[in-house]
């Protein structure tokens, strides 16, 4: 990843908040065939430090647990907020006109060992853990032990684990931070007025983001 170090965010705290925040990562692996990338949530253990453990699931139809190549490091990417940036929003385009658009986003790139586990006991834990963090708030709560014992082992029949020790973390936020502190205020009031979620944590990120 082409990392400027205007941009470059190494504070494990907030890489794991965005990982947290944003669980569905793209994982990314060797195999015979070349690259291939799959689209799962990963439950991010903190431990070991410094940069945690990655676990979770596929499917055991899907061929990445046999074609992964053990010798190349996998890649996981975590996706944050992203916002298309205007020039209209920057008070020098104004007065001179040298500006242009661009994009703004925060991305996580973790990498480490992919190994794979098909003990049940573990699996049952995993999503069991999944479930209960993503169902926590809800009114009605959803567990795994409201389904039959019976369909859910037959579920676990039909997935593999995965674990991903991290060997490195990578942190990209792309957040206005190479422009005046007059440009960046417009464009955290540009971002205010778009319409979404999205823009708003933008918004927020650029604001964070500030350089002194």
Known sequence: MYLPSLFAETRVEVLHALMRAHPLATLVVL????????????ELDPEPAPFGTLRGHVARANPLWRTFSPQVEALA??????????????????????????????????????RVIEDRGWLRALVTRLTDRHEAGREVPWRVTDAPAAFIDALLEAIVGIEMPITRLLGKWKASQNRSPRDREGVIAGLLR????AAAAMADLVRRAQRP
Do not use: M, Q
């Open 31 to 42: 195999t015979p065939e070349g690259l291939d990338a799959h689209h799962l949530p990963l």
């Open 77 to 114: 990417v975590f996706c944050g907020p992203d916002a298309y940036i205007s020039p209209s929003w920057y008070p020098t385009k104004r007065e001179t006109g040298k500006v242009v658009p661009t994009w703004n986003y925060a991305v996580v790139h973790a990498y480490g060992p992919l």
């Open 194 to 197: 778009e319409d979404g979620e």
